[in-house]
Antibody, heavy 116, light 105 residues
């Protein structure tokens, strides 16, 4: 069973960059697609984007200008950077396995609050 | 942009059949996936590619997809099935439905 674990700061100031990392275990990151998905408090799911181990990416058009997803195969990790954050970016951030298909494994999620 | 429409809430009596719909233009031409999310937990895949149950998902969960509506069916609903359910398709970008809260009475 693939396991994913998100890590990163739980508090980010407005206008700064949110940075999260997802560590993958029990599977090689060099074999699949990997995604970031977020959920604002009390709201539904919003896809941020995905990356293939080769580095190719695809983003939600609404976040494309601010989101960057990268992969570090040597550490079996992939990461998310979201720039110029506002309170609207406050959410639970999940990493998951999958790209344009289904998401069959999810991390437990990490809550990121944007506040000064 | 492509949109998926789910009812905000569905109620079902314990042991009866619950049906949660997901509407979208010609959704029958897409692969639909379904997730269950319990409070404070990450979503869990319960149906992939319209009707495929991942390992470990009870047989009472099933799915269908045709025309403009995909349906998640839970037969003999149990108390532990009370959760939010989301449908999902790939339509050039990932699209999630707004979610349906299932209450088991």
């Amino acid at each position: 069973q693939v396991q994913l674990q998100e890590s990163g700061p739980g508090l980010v100031k407005p206008s700064e960059t949110l940075s999260l990392t997802c560590t993958v275990s029990s599977a090689s990151i060099s074999s699949y697609y990997w995604s970031w998905i977020r959920q604002s408090p009390g709201k539904g799911l919003e896809w941020i984007g995905y990356i293939y181990y080769s580095g190719s990416t695809n983003y939600n058009p609404s976040l494309r200008s601010r989101a960057t997803i990268s992969v570090d195969t040597s550490k079996n990790q992939f990461s998310l950077k979201l720039s110029s954050v506002t309170a609207a970016d406050t959410a639970m951030y999940y990493c998951a396995s999958g790209g344009s298909g289904w998401y069959d494994n999810w991390g437990q999620g990490t809550l990121v609050t944007v506040s000064s | 942009s492509y949109e998926l429409t789910q009812p905000l809430s569905v109620s079902v009596a314990l042991g009866q059949t619950a049906r949660i719909t997901c509407g979208g233009h010609n959704i029958g031409n897409s692969n639909v996936h379904w997730y269950q999310q319990k409070p404070g937990q990450a979503p869990v895949l319960v149906i992939s590619r319209d009707s495929n149950r991942p390992s470990g998902i009870p047989e009472r969960f099933s799915g269908s997809n045709s025309g403009n509506t995909a349906t998640l069916t839970i037969t003999r609903a149990q108390a532990e099935d009370e959760a939010d359910y989301y449908c999902h398709v790939w339509h050039g970008t990932t699209v999630f439905g707004g979610g349906t809260k299932l209450t088991v009475l």
